[in-house]
């Protein structure tokens, strides 16, 4: 087989691999490398054909099914959610944004075992999704996994360094541990990134709070009522 009847080959070759026709793309390759057992573009078509297709539609599911969960999810209907992604995720195992949705609403569901699986799967198909890490970091708070949280929004901030509810929710964990200083430091970094964080504003309060600093504290809260007229919870804490 010479060198221009060879190149021939692998055209028709590829030609009938675009087509769709692998079996004779196949018989094509393989004939090259019958004859030239080296040839590398034989080989790498070869291969390519033993590779199954995918194609979006058998990776994720359609948007319109990622839409109608997150508008259960919205609406509250966290244990259809869970119970349809769950099954969603059976035939859309690598869907990680499906994952992400049942990990955050088995989470709101107190389904916090099922929830670490999920968002486990969210980091490993997707380890760029900063939300991922930071869900899991609420769930590992949950499971009173407080040095493991710290880790995933800290991996969640270093994906997307502007993420306040990131640093808000680390704020949580560290006050939690009992290191207020570094607590008011991440609740004030949220804060700087997002002004009108009236819950940041709160909780800042609070940690301000257990450092005896109750003039700050209060100021802190004035300025979550001014932010939420309603909140409830900050009316409480300036109050006691």
Same mark, same amino acid.
């Given at each position: 087989?010479?060198?221009?009847s060879v190149d021939?080959?692998?055209t028709?070759a590829?030609?009938?691999s675009?087509?769709?026709?692998?079996?004779?793309?196949?018989?094509?390759?393989?004939a090259?490398?019958?004859?030239?057992?080296?040839?590398?573009r034989?080989q790498?078509?070869?291969?390519?054909l033993?590779i199954?297709?995918?194609?979006?539609?058998?990776i994720n599911?359609s948007q319109e099914?990622?839409?109608?969960?997150i508008?259960l999810?919205n609406?509250?209907?966290?244990?259809?959610v869970?119970d349809?992604?769950?099954?969603?995720?059976?035939?859309?195992?690598?869907?990680?944004?499906?994952?992400?949705?049942?990990?955050?609403a088995?989470?709101?569901n107190?389904m916090n075992?099922i929830a670490a699986?999920?968002?486990?799967t969210?980091i490993k198909?997707?380890?760029?999704?900063?939300?991922?890490?930071?869900n899991y970091? &609420?769930?590992? $708070?949950? *499971?009173?996994?407080?040095?493991? !949280?710290?880790? @995933?929004f800290?991996?969640? +901030?270093s994906l997307? /360094?502007?993420n306040?509810?990131a640093?808000?929710?680390?704020?949580?964990v560290l006050?939690e541990?009992?290191k207020?200083?570094?607590?008011v430091r991440?609740?004030?970094k949220?804060i700087?990134?997002k002004p009108?964080?009236?819950?940041?504003?709160?909780?800042?309060g &609070?940690?301000l $709070?257990? *450092?005896?600093k109750?003039?700050e !504290?209060i100021? @802190?809260?004035d300025?979550a +009522?001014?932010?939420e /007229?309603?909140?409830a919870?900050?009316?409480?804490?300036?109050?006691?």
């Amino acid at each position: 087989m010479a060198s221009l009847s060879v190149d021939r080959v692998l055209t028709k070759a590829k030609s009938c691999s675009r087509r769709g026709e692998n079996e004779k793309a196949r018989e094509l390759f393989q004939a090259v490398l019958n004859k030239f057992p080296n040839n590398k573009r034989a080989q790498k078509g070869l291969s390519a054909l033993a590779i199954p297709f995918h194609d979006e539609t058998t990776i994720n599911p359609s948007q319109e099914k990622i839409d109608h969960l997150i508008n259960l999810y919205n609406q509250g209907h966290l244990s259809t959610v869970v119970d349809q992604a769950q099954k969603m995720v059976l035939q859309y195992p690598n869907a990680f944004m499906v994952w992400n949705i049942l990990g955050v609403a088995a989470a709101q569901n107190d389904m916090n075992d099922i929830a670490a699986v999920a968002l486990e799967t969210v980091i490993k198909l997707n380890p760029l999704f900063p939300d991922g890490y930071a869900n899991y970091g &609420n769930v590992l $708070q949950a *499971q009173s996994k407080l040095e493991e !949280a710290i880790d @995933a929004f800290n991996n969640a +901030i270093s994906l997307e /360094p502007t993420n306040a509810k990131a640093f808000f929710n680390m704020g949580n964990v560290l006050k939690e541990q009992g290191k207020t200083e570094e607590a008011v430091r991440a609740y004030n970094k949220a804060i700087s990134l997002k002004p009108n964080y009236a819950k940041a504003f709160n909780n800042l309060g &609070n940690a301000l $709070q257990d *450092q005896g600093k109750q003039n700050e !504290a209060i100021e @802190a809260f004035d300025v979550a +009522i001014s932010l939420e /007229p309603d909140f409830a919870e900050a009316h409480k804490n300036k109050g006691n």
